[in-house]
């Protein structure tokens, strides 16, 4: 009944937020005849906001100001000041990180988690007087992520200007040039410049290159290869109709260096990437069957927080699927994926899409038709029910494939031992500290790639990933006290044929929460179908969980999918 109260609630919030742009355009037609009534709605409007924001408790404010200021859209600030209740507000802010777009790559990868990661990050990388977060190095840092290239100069000094800027030496003051190869919605190859004129360590973005030159208004110095040579005059610099102050270039300007394209890259950069798959976007939405494509898929479940799981959702196309294209001696398939989570009311929560490339010599495509190319995406959800579309389409024909499923999101309560799903992989491995929580297939700090078909020979390892929450603590020593147990049973069996105990040396180190990534080595057994079973038994509780999968020993080695 309270989900129920939850959806109606958003649903309102929703169709309020859906009828904003015509009212917006209403709004600027009105601009448009009676600019002076226009002001005078603005001015009552943004003070009828202020005095709803004083209104709200502390953690509000600090949420709507500080932690979402640089995502959440007018419209949504809007809605969220008009709630009247606390109990109204968490639901909003619920909603809110569910209908977040996440994406896998680290400028477009939105999700909560890693939102707040970023927040951390530019608070302690950028501050400079003020929190990281407010300063515009943190702005783009925490809505882009990291940038592919930077140059910096934290102390100024001698620059050779490129010819861009009239080539010639300056001096400067500190600057950074931040280049993103690519920015969805904005460009390639795109170049933000941050400078520091007050020497104070607080860089600001700038659409001005010549805001970095420390000797701009010093006659005589500073001067551009033409102006060194008499051919211009610096105080030509200060005549410029496009509010800079730079030189003219060597070879004429580049089209993205104009004006306009400044003030476009500027403002661009500061909007959300768009949807780039609108055809197959329009494939889930007009819910059109065409299964030319075929793939499988699995979905995982991970606690984040008792109202927030991880739900790592896993697709795999087999090589066999594609169609290649040979050019220069190598076979290239392209396939695009677009993924949609709706409320059983249609309301979309979670959207991803991306671009799965398969290159493989000439000579190799025959016998690589066996293997298969894997993708994952990790999105977090509410426990609730949902359904799931998957589109995959094949660049090179056209061919599509489409599943359409129910989603069921677990709630993981505080205080009842529980697990997350028991996942059986052919790579687990600990990744690097730079890149925990990062990239495909990687849980906390742990890289894991399910094996989809659950097939193994017996000389793979299979690998094990099991995460048990809510293990009882000690008062005194405040460690926990868990057991754990391997049974392996072949298919119509009882007896284990393979058992197991991991001893109290070989468990991670952990409290309430425990992650198990272990390898079983497959050695023994014969090939047929098995079942694993991992019991976890939380020895001061008195309580076990068993979690179970199934396997398949085959005799034959197959040849591994290809992750991206």
Do not use: C
Request: charged residues 25%; without cysteine.
């Amino acid at each position: 009944m309270a989900h129920s109260a939850k959806v109606f609630l958003f649903g309102i919030l929703a169709g309020a937020l859906a009828l904003s742009p015509g009212t917006f355009a209403q709004d600027s037609k009105q601009d448009q005849t009676d600019p002076k009534a226009a002001r005078q709605a603005a001015k009552q409007k943004s003070r009828s906001d202020n005095q709803l924001k004083k209104e709200l408790d502390s953690q509000y404010k600090k949420w709507l100001d500080q932690d979402v200021i640089y995502i959440i859209s007018p419209e949504e600030r809007s809605a969220f000041l008009h709630l009247s209740t606390n109990e109204e507000r968490e639901q909003f802010i619920e909603q809110f990180w569910q209908r977040r777009n996440p994406d896998p790559e680290s400028p477009e990868n939105t999700f909560k988690e890693e939102h707040y990661r970023r927040i951390a990050y530019a608070n302690e990388r950028f501050a400079s007087g003020i929190p990281g977060w407010r300063t515009d190095r943190g702005k783009i840092y925490i809505m882009w992520g990291p940038a592919d290239e930077i140059e910096s100069h934290p102390s100024g000094g001698s620059y050779d200007r490129p010819a861009s800027e009239g080539g010639g030496q300056t001096s400067t003051y500190p600057f950074e040039q931040w280049r993103y190869r690519y920015l969805e919605g904005v460009g390639n190859d795109v170049i933000l410049e941050f400078v520091d004129p007050s020497m104070t360590g607080e860089y600001h973005l700038t659409m001005d290159p010549s805001e970095k030159d420390a000797l701009l208004y010093v006659p005589g110095a500073g001067l551009t290869q033409m102006e060194s040579m008499g051919l211009a005059s610096k105080t030509d610099r200060f005549n410029n109709t496009d509010g800079t102050h730079l030189a003219q270039p060597l070879g004429g300007r580049l089209e993205k260096d104009s004006e306009f394209s400044r003030l476009e890259r500027y403002a661009k950069v500061q909007q959300a990437p768009p949807v780039k798959f609108k055809d197959l976007e329009a494939v889930v939405t007009s819910r059109l069957v065409r299964d030319q494509v075929k793939f499988d898929y699995r979905f995982d479940f991970l606690r984040i927080t008792s109202d927030t799981v991880l739900v790592p959702i896993t697709v795999q196309i087999p090589t066999r699927q594609l169609m290649f294209q040979e050019k220069n001696g190598v076979d290239s398939a392209t396939l695009n994926l677009f993924a949609r989570i709706t409320t059983l009311s249609g309301r979309p929560v979670q959207t991803f899409e991306d671009t799965v490339h398969r290159d493989l010599p000439a000579e190799l495509l025959q016998q690589s038709l066996g293997t298969a190319s894997i993708y994952q995406k990790a999105v977090p959800l509410s426990p609730g029910l949902y359904r799931l579309d998957i589109v995959v389409k094949d660049v090179n024909n056209g061919n599509v494939g489409v599943v359409n499923t129910r989603l069921a999101v677990p709630r993981f309560e505080d205080d009842k031992l529980s697990s997350s799903t028991l996942i059986l992989a052919d790579q687990i491995q600990r990744v690097s500290a730079k890149d925990i929580g990062l990239g495909q297939f990687v849980l906390g700090d742990i890289k894991v790639r399910p094996k989809m078909d659950g097939a193994f020979t017996p000389n793979d390892n299979m690998g094990v990933f099991l995460q048990v929450y809510n293990l009882k603590v000690d008062e005194k020593t405040h460690k926990a006290d868990a057991s754990v147990q391997f049974r392996v049973t072949r298919e119509k069996e009882i007896e284990p044929v393979l058992k197991f105990e991991l001893p109290p040396s070989k468990l991670p180190e952990h409290g309430e929460e425990m992650t198990l990534e272990n390898i079983v080595t497959l050695g023994s057994l014969t090939p047929g179908k098995y079942s694993l079973e991992v019991a976890v038994t939380d020895n001061l509780a008195k309580e076990t969980i068993t979690k179970a999968s199934n396997f398949t020993v085959k005799a034959a080695s197959g040849t591994a999918p290809q992750g991206r």
